[in-house]
């Protein structure tokens, strides 16, 4: 499974291209998603799911929490 290194660069990437957030957001859970169908354990496929399964609602509320912490 790819690092968050790597996520990091794509969605660095996206955003430069002139993307929003939003749609940098979903283009990395994509991603990820398609990384987890490449599991071959059911248990392992269930886990990597259920890490990508926070709407970008959630994720911004985190991420204004993190902002607001700093």
């Known amino acids: 499974m790819p690092s968050r290194a790597f996520f990091c660069v794509i969605f660095l990437s996206l955003c430069a291209a002139g993307c929003s957030t939003k749609m940098a957001y979903f283009s990395a859970q994509e991603m990820q998603r398609a990384q987890c169908d490449k599991q071959t354990d ?26 607001k912490a700093e």
């Open 42 to 67: 059911l248990q392992e496929l269930q886990r990597c799911r259920a890490l990508i399964k926070q709407s970008y609602e959630d994720y911004q509320r985190q991420r204004e929490e993190v902002k």
